[in-house]
């Protein structure tokens, strides 16, 4: 740590999204050698904090009151106190709060250091089966379903998996708005309760992910990362014309969704790729 005459250093510690036995040596020695530990739900990781037998001062730092703390934070680092940043799983500042005051550090000179450790994010990915060579993660979805079919829509073509975080009462809404938006094959794998006892994957088609979330409740529950296939790259370019003409007459006439199936028994084609190409030209 820094001697009084030296400014703080603030330290981004991850801490365990499930077993508590993933937390690492020098997060334990951090949280116990700091000043003060800014979390994002006190009563939450004073119990953590208790079971490692660590007997630090806590704040709370959250969404709501990050702005106007940080200021605080920012003089108490400058005065030469150390200060670790913990949410209340994982690694801090994704899709937690924490952003605001790493930014003010940087720009006030502080240094920062990020220790290494969980994160739902790369353990799912790391388990799913779909590539993890290139992907894109999109943190939560909008809650209402107008804001999140169009952000879904606005994906259909990227190429990358795409990885969300969701919550037991949205999932099903979720994945029906996947299901209407990315159609029936696209690859699909739903982590839950990561690292705990009942840690699950789900895997299939977005079809059959929903169906299985559907049928059984207990796949409602617990923390969340839902993986979703990218999409292949440019396959609208290799549609024959004929067929894309005869998918614009028919979905004037009905949903795209039996108007891409009828193309692609005609054409021998993937029902999938047509409705895709649908759904983008819609868009467009």
Do not use: W
């Not at 116990?32 to 001062?57: F, M, P, W, Y």
């Not at 730092?61 to 200021?71: A, G, M």
């Not at 840690?199 to 796949?219: H, R």
């Amino acid at each position: 740590m820094s001697s009084a005459s030296d400014p703080g250093i603030l330290y981004i510690v991850p801490t365990p999204i499930g077993n508590l036995g993933d937390i690492s040596e020098r997060a334990c020695a951090v949280l116990a050698e700091v000043q003060v530990i800014a979390a994002e739900d006190t009563r939450h990781s004073g119990k953590l904090l208790s079971h490692l037998g660590i007997k630090n001062d806590l704040l709370a730092l959250h969404e709501h009151n990050e702005r106007d703390r940080s200021e605080a934070l920012i003089k108490r680092l400058q005065a030469g106190e150390s200060i670790a940043l913990i949410s209340d799983a994982g690694t801090p500042l994704i899709s937690d709060p924490g952003y605001v005051l790493v930014g003010q550090c940087r720009r006030a000179g502080i240094k920062v250091v990020a220790l290494p450790g969980a994160c739902a994010i790369t353990t799912a990915l790391s388990a799913s089966g779909l590539a993890t060579d290139r992907f894109c993660f999109e943190g939560f979805l909008p809650a209402k379903p107008q804001q999140r079919r169009k952000r879904l829509q606005e994906l259909l073509t990227e190429t990358r998996t795409l990885v969300f975080y969701e919550s037991p009462h949205r999932i099903v809404h979720t994945l029906e708005a996947l299901h209407e938006v990315f159609g029936e094959q696209r690859g699909c794998v739903l982590g839950r309760e990561l690292t705990k006892q009942f840690e699950t994957y789900l895997t299939g088609t977005v079809a059959e992910v929903l169906q299985q979330v559907t049928a059984d409740s207990n796949q409602q529950r617990g923390e969340m990362v839902l993986m979703l296939a990218g999409a292949e790259p440019a396959a609208h370019t290799e549609l024959p014309t004929e067929a894309l003409h005869c998918l614009k007459l028919l979905s004037q006439e009905l949903p795209l969704k039996k108007a891409a199936a009828i193309v692609a028994e005609v054409y021998g084609l993937r029902k999938n790729q047509l409705y895709e190409y649908g759904l983008q030209a819609k868009n467009e």
